[in-house]
């Protein structure tokens, strides 16, 4: 491994111009420590920083790069795209061609739309809930993170269905009073808001399976619970699946945990994969929902890039792929992520290292704890210090995990056996180390 000067410059450089030198506030790295790599390039399940070094990639850009970077299809698309002009702002076949194709996964959305984040779409999905329902409290679960909007971004009051505090400065109070956010997987939270909060409730809106309180899975008939409580109480349930959609499944979460027909989501939401690396936000559902839309109806969302041509090439190459190779690419992730998520956690406990390692399909999180984690409160009691040291080993060894214990894996199609097998070996270096 050489010396990571160019990239600790780069950073120095970066400081400068961003806050803590990033766009994103992960990128720093302040949750592991240690100098983030700055990338120069990436190809298949490989990222080489600005130093030489490689490093076998378990982030995969927060999730959109499935079929590993630069991957031919998605490359050649994006450049036929960009050869026709980047941005139009009127409307091009191409956006239908990914709508059905989203269709065709995900049967529970009748019409969508297309914007450039994740953020926009919890955003406008909620937006479009307190329309159709006349009311204003959301409730969300702690540990699930949906984008940055102020609503959102909200965090546990003193008790069950006490009303959200801000979870960021800048986020009014008033606006944090409006959610309510409570303990995942624990129905009779849930149950005791829309008794506390009779006929206001607009929305409850879900990350399927937890990913960004590190993987934690719904509980068995969970999702199928809230679906039905939600439809008593008149209220929607939004399905958030930017993080699992066509991760866990083709047909993302609602496929593996059987939302469909009766108990099919009102509204979805997807992102990442959905974009093959390139910014899009999807949001969806029943019609009568999405028709309440501008310029059908009076709720407004708009946006100067939504349905970008680039975008909508990335996608439909990724999707494509995926639709087409379905049973073969689901069935190497699941065999690849079992191999190395069991590989490592086997690691941990020869060298009694206490490691709870949660996955489904494809995404998972080793947790620095001898205790199951099915919420966030039990992933909260992680040993965050002992991650970040298991981080800095592991980025030593040339393998790039998520910088923070709180964040999923992810891997692609790209990852060989050869790659599994080299991080097993530097996961027993690294947790060899921690007996010193
Ligand atoms: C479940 C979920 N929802 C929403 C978002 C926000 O998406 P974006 O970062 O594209 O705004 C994320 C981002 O990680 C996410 O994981």
Redesign the pocket.
Same mark, same amino acid.
């Given at each position: 491994m050489n010396l990571r000067t160019r990239s600790q410059a780069l950073q120095e450089r970066a400081e400068h111009y961003f806050p803590g030198g990033v766009n994103s506030p992960v990128r720093a790295f302040r949750a592991v420590g240690g100098a983030p790599p700055f990338i120069d390039r990436a190809e298949g399940a490989y990222l080489y920083d600005a130093d030489g070094n490689r490093y076998i990639d378990y982030f995969g850009s927060?999730g959109p790069m499935i079929l590993g970077h630069a991957f031919p299809p998605v490359v050649e698309a994006i450049e036929r795209a960009a050869r026709k002009s980047a941005s139009f702002g009127a409307s091009t076949a191409a956006e239908a061609d990914l709508a059905e194709r989203i269709v065709a996964c995900y049967p529970a959305i009748e019409k969508m739309r297309f914007v450039s984040?994740?953020?926009e779409a919890?955003m406008s999905a909620i937006r479009l809930a307190r329309a159709a329902t006349g009311r204003k409290i959301i409730i969300k679960f702690e540990g699930c993170?949906?984008?940055h909007a102020d609503g959102l971004l909200v965090k546990a009051g003193s008790g069950v269905a006490t009303f959200g505090i801000p979870g960021s400065a800048g986020v009014p109070e008033e606006i944090a009073h409006l959610t309510l956010a409570l303990p995942y997987n624990e129905m009779s939270a849930v149950e005791t808001a829309f008794e506390t909060y009779p006929g206001a409730i607009a929305a409850i809106i879900i990350?399927p399976i937890v /990913?960004?309180a590190g993987c934690i899975p719904p509980a068995e008939g969970y999702l199928a619970a809230l679906r039905k409580l939600t439809e008593r109480h008149g209220a929607l349930l939004i399905v958030?699946e930017?993080?699992t959609g066509f991760r866990v499944a083709l047909g993302g979460a609602c496929q593996l945990y059987g939302l469909k027909s009766d108990l099919a989501p009102d509204l979805i939401?997807l992102?990442?994969i959905v974009g093959g690396g390139l910014p899009v /936000?999807v949001f969806g559902g029943k019609r009568r929902f999405m028709d309440l839309l501008a310029p059908l109806g009076p709720v407004y969302q708009a946006g100067t890039l939504s349905g970008n041509p680039l975008a909508m090439a990335a996608g439909l190459a990724t999707i494509g792929y995926l639709q087409e190779h379905t049973s073969e690419v689901y069935a190497r992730l699941e065999a690849a992520s079992h191999a190395v998520a069991a590989g490592v956690a086997q690691e941990a406990a020869s060298a009694k290292v206490a490691v709870t390692t949660n996955r489904v399909g494809a995404m998972w999180t080793w947790f620095f704890t001898g205790e199951p984690v099915t919420n966030y409160e039990q992933a909260a009691k992680s040993n965050t210090a002992a991650f970040g040291r298991f981080h800095r080993g592991m980025l030593d060894q040339g393998v790039w995990l998520p910088p923070s214990q709180f964040e999923a894996a992810f891997i692609s199609t790209a990852h060989s056996d050869a790659d599994l097998e080299a991080t097993i070996a530097a996961a027993r270096e690294v947790f060899a180390s921690f007996a010193g």
């Open positions: 927060w984040s994740g953020t919890t993170y949906h984008g990350e /990913g960004n958030d930017v993080m939401t992102g990442k /936000g």
